[in-house]
């Protein structure tokens, strides 16, 4: 019995690295150690966002977005102050985790676009990391 609770175990943490949210997987990209932000939070986050585009390698498109060179973002997190996919995915993360989330159209813009960057009705691919919980 001992090795068959073992067995499940190590199956269960195998699992761990992917979680789906309604209309957000995330994905560990590296572990973090420290809390997880609660709703309300006002967080520091570095990230770079691609449209979906399955047959690309990784299915990322093209970048719209990144804080590379411009510093990182900060807001609260969790209220409605950004997609909702970021409000959903990024509570789930922990202080010092970077991860991929992929968020389906209807929590990133739905039927709205970002005029030149994002059409309507698009899937998004962010790599986030998580880098203060204020």
Known sequence: ??????????????????????????TIISEGSGASP???DKVTME????L???????????????????GSFQTPIGVGRVIKG???????????EKARLDITSDFAYGTQSFPGLIPPNS????????????
């Open 123 to 134: 899937d998004l691919i962010f790599e986030v990391e998580l880098k203060k919980i204020n």
């Open 38 to 40: 609660q709703k309300g």
């Open 47 to 50: 990230y770079t966002g691609w």
């Open 86 to 96: 970021w409000d959903e995915g990024v509570v789930q993360m922990k202080l010092g």
């Open 1 to 26: 019995m001992r090795s068959l609770f073992q067995a499940s175990r190590i199956t269960a943490r195998s699992f761990t690295t992917t979680a789906r949210t309604m209309g957000v997987t995330k």
């Open 52 to 70: 979906r585009t399955p047959g690309e390698p990784e299915e990322k498109g093209k970048q719209f977005d990144s804080t590379t060179g411009r």
